[in-house]
């Protein structure tokens, strides 16, 4: 029985231009109402993904910068420093034409850009420093040695005291690969990268929220 959702937000929750429907919003509530909560887990920054949540309405945890920060119970815990990341993106920006998002100023543990040509270059480029690099579809992500979604989804099956085959994941791109991990439920949308889709249990034949609620209905969780 599925008691915990792990939802990433852009691209899954949103669509591409970032904008939440009302029925999403609608179904979301209606889940938690149901007893089922909702954790969120992003590349976004901590203050971004609060604002999203309240919107919304939900109750559950949040893991933000691909799980280098993670909020429950109004506790913040942070595994990871920035000033690797940081120092690779100055050394980036020396050999790539990239910029930076406005959140950059937010982030804490990790670091974000925007770059338009050949991801093998910059990600191969990274990988002198001990560091990876994850594609959100909306930004390039700088990340430390260990840090992604999978550790965050792990984190919340411990907060919860709950088994992972009572938790379903649902993402849509490169840095949502490793919360599909053993022994959860796994989920993917019509627009889900390719490699998210042959992890899943059930794939949706719509987009965004609208996939998001076939997902939910499948489960039975609405």
């Not at 949103?14 to 149901?34: F, G, Q, V, Y």
């Not at 000033?83 to 974000?112: C, D, G, H, Y």
């Not at 005291?161 to 949308?189: P, Q």
Request: hydrophobic share 40%.
């Amino acid at each position: 029985m599925i008691k915990r959702i792990v939802l990433d937000i852009d691209g899954t929750i949103t669509d591409m231009e970032l904008k939440i429907s009302p029925d999403t919003i609608k179904m979301l509530r209606t889940a938690e109402e149901n007893g089922i909560r909702i954790d969120l887990c992003s590349g976004n920054v901590l203050p971004v993904m609060i604002g999203i949540r309240n919107i919304i309405g939900l109750k559950g945890n949040l893991a933000a910068e691909n799980g280098g920060i993670i909020l429950s119970n109004n506790e913040i815990r942070k595994d990871f420093s920035k000033n690797i990341p940081i120092k690779v993106l100055k050394a980036m920006k020396t050999k790539f034409q990239i910029t930076e998002p406005l959140t950059n100023r937010w982030r804490e543990t990790s670091t974000a850009f925007y770059y338009s040509g050949n991801p093998d270059l910059i990600k191969d480029y990274a990988r002198e420093f001990n560091v990876t690099i994850q594609n959100s579809k909306f930004a390039y992500h700088i990340l430390n040695k260990n840090q992604n979604k999978g550790r965050a989804v792990d984190a919340f099956v411990n907060l919860s005291k709950i088994r992972k085959d009572e938790v379903l994941v649902c993402g849509d791109s490169e840095n949502d690969i490793s919360m599909y991990m053993e022994g959860v439920h796994k989920a993917a949308l019509s627009n889900s990268i390719d490699i998210l889709k042959e992890k899943s249990e059930f794939v949706s034949s719509k987009n965004y929220g609208e996939g998001l609620g076939e997902i939910l209905n499948y489960f039975g969780l609405l």
